[in-house]
């Protein structure tokens, strides 16, 4: 069956930095794009982060471009996020999925279907 691992959470002061690390298995896993989501209390779900499969879409959140990295190893079927200048306001529950990643009309589409169990990052003095 699918299964999504993420890890790499904890507790970070404003400015500082994370990994997240999401080990993916149950399909194959160079055949699909992923994505990282998050959750903050009292809000939606949004789409931080994707990738596509083929590597040549990638998607960032406005309010995380130029401080959040995606990359993948397909060799080791994971994917990271890494997460520099952290700032209170990304505090949040933080879900890998498999998801497509598509550019398409000046827009990008993330469609997950499986979903890791999340990881919690914290930002605060």
């Known amino acids: 069956q699918v299964q999504l691992v993420e890890s790499g959470g904890g507790l970070v002061q404003p400015g500082g930095s994370l990994r997240l690390s999401c080990v993916a298995s149950?399909?194959?896993?160079?055949?699909?794009?992923i994505g990282w989501f998050r959750q903050a209390p009292g809000k939606e779900r949004e789409g931080v982060s994707c990738?596509?499969?083929?590597?040549?879409?990638?998607y960032y959140l406005d309010a995380v471009k130029g401080r959040f990295t995606i990359s993948r190893d397909n060799a080791k079927n994971t994917v990271y996020l890494q997460m520099n200048s952290l700032k209170p306001e990304d505090t949040a529950v933080y879900y890998c999925?498999?998801?497509?990643?598509?550019?398409?009309?000046?827009?990008?589409?993330?469609?997950?279907?499986?979903w890791g169990q999340g990881t919690q990052v914290t930002v605060s003095s």
């Open positions: 999925a498999r998801s497509s990643c598509t550019y398409y009309s000046g827009s990008y589409y993330l469609n997950p279907d499986y």
């Open positions: 149950g399909f194959t896993f160079d055949s699909y794009g």
């Open positions: 990738m596509s499969r083929t590597d040549d879409n990638t």
